[in-house]
Antibody, heavy 121, light 109 residues
């Protein structure tokens, strides 16, 4: 299983940060996994942002700290999922990772390569 | 609270044993998972559940827990074990995998 991230490395303040994670070797609609976004910065450390998963229907959850700004969605026609973070500020500058979490493992067992996103004008 | 506290740094002599701890209230009801991260790389899962290792993780890595503290032990540390180590657990609701530890830098002497 591999996760391949794509998206811009530079976003202007107040705009929306959008990243995509493409899955190979597994399915975004698998009942066995949840698909997560996590970021890492020197100031905030590792921070879980949100997830999407399929259990007869699609669900999404997000962290309280970013709840009003973050959306995690499955891909509509491709085996992928996305992160959208609105109204970004320089504090959102971080390395962003996508990661799989299997329900029966209860750990993030597969990670994407990471995307350094800088919020700057 | 939903915080997980780790010692910032520990050192271990080559071949010796080191224990890394992670403390937090959420650990009273959820297991911790542990991650190794080397510079410029994504984290790698090394321990999950009570004491399980993903395929490919050496058996010198082990986990344990007691009360509000989870521990990762490296028995017979190798030079390649020098890295940052993070714990993770569910939040107080028990539903979201939302809490990461502050991280411990392990130096192998």
């Amino acid at each position: 299983v591999q996760l391949l991230q794509s998206g811009p490395g530079l976003v202007k303040p107040s705009q929306t940060l959008s990243l995509t994670c493409s899955i190979s070797g597994d399915s975004v609609s698998s009942n066995a996994a949840a698909w997560n976004w996590i970021r890492q910065s020197p100031a905030r450390g590792l921070e879980w942002l949100g997830r999407t998963y399929y259990r007869s229907q699609w669900y999404s959850d997000s962290a309280v700290s970013v709840k009003s700004r973050v959306t995690v969605n499955p891909g509509t026609s491709k085996n992928q999922f996305s992160l959208h973070l609105t109204s970004v500020t320089p504090e959102d500058t971080a390395v962003y990772y996508c990661a799989r979490r299997l329900w029966d493992v209860d750990g993030f067992d597969i990670w994407g390569q990471g995307t350094m996103v800088t919020v700057s004008s | 609270s939903s915080e997980l506290t780790q010692d910032p740094a520990v050192s271990v002599a080559l071949g010796q044993t080191v224990r890394i701890t992670c403390q937090g209230d959420t650990l009273r009801s959820s297991y911790a998972s542990w991650y190794q991260q080397k510079p410029g790389q994504a984290p790698v899962l090394v321990i999950y559940g009570r004491n399980s290792r993903p395929s490919g993780i050496p058996d010198r890595f082990s986990g344990s827990d007691s009360g509000n503290t989870a521990s990762l032990t490296i028995t017979g540390a190798q030079a390649e074990d020098e890295a940052d180590y993070f714990c993770n657990s569910r939040d107080m609701s028990g539903n979201l995998p939302a809490v990461f530890g502050t991280g411990t830098k392990v130096t192998v002497l």
